[in-house]
């Protein structure tokens, strides 16, 4: 696949700096016809690539934004952290996760590296639908803003203690699906919480097709 290369127009850290949003101009990319969630194969280093999930985008000015989880010590962590104003990122492709809205009704759930998966679904999903879920997220701070950004959104934030993702599994432990029958799930983030995820809410009567699964890392 041919290499094609998008340019970094600004960075913003969230504090403490374990997140970071890059706004990207993608000067050879259609963005017209996204109707699903997409995901671009950024090169973080030598023969060496990483999906992330644009959000906010414009077709009309070849624009998005990657929110990107850098809490952590990974090729593509450490790439992200030192990006700035500027420079040329090279991706060799762009590829649909086949997640679409589906219903009025999501409920997302997941961890810091899926916020950009939700925030992608939510703006193909218009503003009239009704988001819930949880996102764990492990720095208080962050829970803080990520409840004033999204004052409308029912959308919970757990807190993540190292590595646990035990508080995403007692949020569908205690959720009553008889109050949302038309709600559709989208699980993703971390491949272990998500088969776990899917199984609760299969167990809990909740049928296949409302619950759409994708796995990023492990
Ligand atoms: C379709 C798809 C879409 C994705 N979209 C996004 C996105 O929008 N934003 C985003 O941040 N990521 C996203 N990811 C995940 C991303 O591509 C990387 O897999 C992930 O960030 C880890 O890459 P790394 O090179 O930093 O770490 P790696 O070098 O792959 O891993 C190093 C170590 O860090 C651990 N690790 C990896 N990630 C985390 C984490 N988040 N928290 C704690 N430990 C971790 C690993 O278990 C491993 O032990 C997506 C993945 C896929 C497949």
Redesign the pocket.
Known sequence: MKKKMATVLAVRTWEPGS?REIDLHLPDCDMSGWTSAQ?IQCK??SL?Y??????GWDAETSTCT???????????????RRLVVGDAVAYRGV?S?HHQPAGRSLVFLG???????FLALRQLAGSDARISGAVLL?EPHHREEFQAYYPGWELETLRKAA?DYQELDHWVEQWEPREHPDAVFYL???IPSVVRLRKLLRRKGVERGRVMA?????
């Open positions: 997140i995901h973080v280093g060496t990483r999906d992330y999930t644009p959000l990657l929110l990107i989880h850098t809490g952590h010590e990974g090729i593509g962590s450490r790439w992200a590829r996760s961890d810091e590296t899926a916020i950009g998966h492990s590595g993703a983030g971390y994708e796995g990023f890392w492990d």
